[in-house]
């Protein structure tokens, strides 16, 4: 089941922390522990959490889950099954102890019942914190994206898809906030947070569904376009670099503007992924150099057509990938 969160998700965190998972499981259990005693004891049960009609939201689980439901993030359908299976297991608990409170006995039908709803009831609970620790090491906690690990394994999938298809092509682009680190000084590291928050949401929000942005690391993020050449990459990123910098974010009444610096380049067949991304490093690299809130273009093809002519060039000389570095208005108008 945690896989198809996961999609209907997509790249946004599912924040639920384990231990509130097994907090709330382990009182559900000492609630079903009580059932089974009251009825080796024969001592009948008044408390509401055991005999109300709306019984399930007296436990803390159900208070627990009550309070997820009010996250619009996780309203998928994975809690609308869980929350099913919650309440079937305190109705068949209710009926069980009803006949008990009546009868003095209850069917074996009843008792079995009581059973397979708690059986049913775990393997939901289990499914979510399968998927609570899944996420856990998929994003990252600030931003809601997909962290470094994460986009590691994407970068490496499309890697694999590029060489099985001549004619493919990728282009990735690292992006960092312009002097994040003055918004930090002079605002705090809330602020800061604050400001990581704003510049994902709008990155994310900009983007095609089987694009793939994550946190990268500290204010860098770094996106993955399938299927896209360089020119159509650079108007894409173009929208988003225009979108950020009319974007504001409000600190105490007073607007703040956030801006980002832009680096493009496309994803190699022939060569280390790293070295792919040491060129979109120094393509961002320039569009800081050249007075930030710009986006830099470095062309592999050209690229590699200058490093055929001079054999003892390297692709990861910096020096000669910079000369190969154009503004964004260079190639949009190509």
């Known amino acids: 089941m945690h896989q198809s969160l996961l999609g209907r998700v997509e790249k946004k965190a599912f924040g639920v922390p384990s231990n509130d998972i097994k907090d709330a499981l382990l009182a559900h259990r000492r609630w079903a522990h009580k059932i089974s005693a009251s009825l080796v004891l024969r001592q009948v049960l008044v408390d509401p959490e055991f005999t109300d009609k709306h019984a399930h939201h007296y436990c803390k689980f159900g208070r627990w889950l009550w309070q997820l439901s009010q ?178 974010i409000t600190h105490l009444g007073k607007p703040l503007s956030v801006t980002a610096s832009f680096g493009i380049t496309q994803l190699c067949q022939n060569s280390d992924i790293k070295e792919s991304i040491k060129r979109a490093d120094v393509a961002l690299y320039e569009a800081k150099r050249l007075g930030r809130n710009c986006t830099i273009v470095l062309c592999l093809k050209d690229l590699m057509q200058h490093l055929a002519q001079e054999p003892t060039g390297q692709l990861n000389a910096e020096e000669t990938i910079q000369q190969y570095c154009r503004n964004v208005e260079q190639v949009l108008n190509q």
């Open 71 to 248: 996250d619009n993030l996780i309203q998928a359908d994975a809690f609308g099954h869980l929350d099913h299976v919650h309440q079937g297991l305190h109705k068949s608990a209710a009926r069980l102890l009803s006949s008990f409170a009546q009868n003095d006995l209850v069917s074996a039908k009843e008792l079995e019942d009581f059973h397979l709803s708690q059986d049913d009831f775990v393997a939901s609970v289990l499914d979510i914190f399968e998927f609570s620790l899944v996420n856990k090491y998929q994003f990252d906690t600030t931003t809601k994206l997909i962290n470094r690990r994460t986009i590691d394994v994407v970068l490496a999938n499309e890697k694999r898809r590029l060489e099985g298809l001549e004619d493919s092509c990728c282009c990735i682009v690292l992006a960092d906030i312009d002097r994040f680190k003055d918004i930090n000084d002079s605002y705090g590291h809330d602020v800061g947070d604050v400001v990581l928050e704003h510049t994902a949401a709008v990155l994310n929000g900009s983007i095609r569904r089987n694009d793939t942005v994550a946190r990268f690391g500290g204010e860098e993020f770094l996106f993955v376009m399938p299927d896209m050449s360089l020119q159509e990459a650079t108007q894409a990123v173009e929208r988003i670099r225009i979108k950020l910098a009319n974007s504001v």
